[in-house]
């Protein structure tokens, strides 16, 4: 089984700011199939990335991913209001398809 | 619109019964792979298993083999979970989702259902 470990475990940051977030695999993922994703409270999480660096359909520019192998990031240039949330990587390359523990991006 | 529409939220007893279900619209329900996703309190994501509904091949995540049931029902474009006996551990919110590209399971998931909480208390 891939684990996926997310650092920081929390990122406090003010609006404008830019956000790095961080995934690393205990193993490496195939095919760079590793995925972010965004949970608000109350809601369903969102596909915000796919195969480490496309933008999913409708997720602005601001997001974007990269990586190969065991070591990916997320960064969101200029922090908007509403991207305040918990955000999850995920590795969809081998079974058991795997989390990571999620960051949560707050305000400042 | 593609969408996945899951039941209600459940209170249950532990030792009961429960089967809960998944209904997309809007996409050929039998050529995309649905899975499920735990999430207890406060706590992250965790995948359960997945099944294709156009010929009901499944497969569980090993820390789920065993405690639920995955099944589909491709003439009413439904997914289930269910189990047989819960556990108060079992509470939790639980999610469907859908592949991204179809009949490759291994891809991300680009549409989630609104999820059930199931609550198990004695």
């Known amino acids: 089984e891939i684990v996926l470990t997310q650092s920081p475990g929390t990122l406090s940051l003010s609006p404008g700011e830019r956000a790095t977030l961080s995934c690393r695999a205990s193993?490496?993922?195939?095919?760079?199939?590793l995925a972010w994703y965004q949970q608000k409270p109350g809601q369903a999480p969102r596909l915000l990335i796919f195969?480490?660096?496309s933008r999913a359909t409708g997720i602005p520019d601001r997001f974007s991913g990269s990586g190969s192998g065991t070591d990916f990031t997320l960064t969101i240039s200029r922090l908007e209001p509403e991207d305040f949330a918990v955000y999850y990587c995920?590795?969809?390359?081998?079974?058991?398809?795997?989390f990571g523990g999620g960051t949560k991006v707050e305000i400042k | 619109e593609v969408q996945l529409v899951q039941s209600g939220a459940e209170v249950k007893k532990p030792g009961e019964s429960l089967k809960i279900s998944c209904k997309g619209s809007?996409?050929?329900?039998?050529?995309?792979?649905i899975g499920w996703v735990r999430q207890m309190p406060a706590k992250g994501l965790e995948w359960m298993g997945v099944?294709?509904?156009?010929?009901?091949?499944?497969r569980y995540s090993p820390s789920f083999q065993g405690q639920v049931t995955i099944s589909a029902d491709k003439s009413i474009n439904t997914a289930y979970l269910q189990w047989s006996s819960l556990k108060a551990s079992d509470t939790a919110m639980y999610y469907c989702?859908?592949?991204?590209?179809?009949?490759?399971?291994?891809?991300?998931?680009?549409?989630w259902g609104q999820g059930t909480m199931v609550t198990v208390s004695s």
């Open positions: 195969g480490a660096s």
């Open positions: 995920q590795q969809y390359g081998s079974l058991p398809l795997t």
């Open positions: 193993q490496s993922v195939s095919s760079s199939y």
């Open positions: 989702v859908r592949h991204r590209r179809g009949r490759y399971m291994s891809d991300a998931f680009d549409i």
């Open positions: 099944i294709y509904p156009g010929d009901s091949d499944i």
């Open positions: 809007g996409y050929s329900f039998t050529t995309y792979w």
